[in-house]
């Protein structure tokens, strides 16, 4: 459990890292697919299932 947090933590902090230098039109062509991943997924998962964020 604690290697899994710290591999998790690293692994966020890359994330976090590289998005420093982006600019702004590079985050929202990563953000529009991310959104459209998301609707892959929601369809691949079925109509009625929603994908939730906790």
Do not use: W, Y
Request: net charge positive; glycine share 4%; aromatic share 4%.
């Amino acid at each position: 459990m604690l290697l899994r947090l710290a591999c998790l933590t690293v692994t966020n902090t890359f994330a976090a890292l590289r998005l420093l230098p982006m600019g702004d039109r590079d985050k929202d062509v990563e953000i529009l697919a991310l959104r459209h991943q998301i609707t892959v997924l929601e369809r691949q998962l079925g109509a009625d299932t929603r994908v939730r964020f906790a």
